[in-house]
């Protein structure tokens, strides 16, 4: 079992930055393949990006590639979402996922998920 908590979530202006934490327990966090979603208002939730066990490999959304990155801290059991220049179209809540073997864009391959936190970016 993992349980995930996000946190870092708020109300920030369009280009600023925000860093987002997925904070884990159980002992299979370092094993388990970790992803970010979002799920803006009246919409479906969607991916954003992943990283690897080791954080050797990150994947991003387009959408996203060269403003968000991704990383963890297997000794903390934490991953992050690092977003900068944050755009108004950012605006969902974020939802870290775990444990994902593979087509690891799909919220339907995760086992685990967070309770979400809220990111607003106003124009």
């Known amino acids: 079992q993992v349980q995930l908590v996000e946190s870092g979530g708020g109300l920030v202006q369009a280009g600023g930055s925000l860093r987002l934490s997925c904070a884990a327990s159980g002992r299979t966090f370092a094993t388990a393949f970790m992803g970010w979603f979002r799920q803006a208002p009246g919409k479906e939730r969607t991916f954003v990006g992943a990283i690897s066990q080791s954080g050797g490999a990150t994947y991003y959304v387009d959408a996203v590639k060269g403003r968000f990155t991704i990383s963890r801290d297997n000794a903390k059991y934490t991953m992050y979402l690092q977003m900068n220049s944050l755009k108004p179209e950012d605006t969902a809540v974020y939802y870290c996922?775990?444990?994902?073997?593979?087509?690891?864009?799909?919220?339907?391959?995760?086992?685990?998920w967070g309770q979400g936190t809220q990111v607003t970016v106003a124009s």
């Open positions: 996922a775990a444990e994902c073997a593979n087509s690891c864009y799909l919220t339907s391959q995760y086992d685990f």
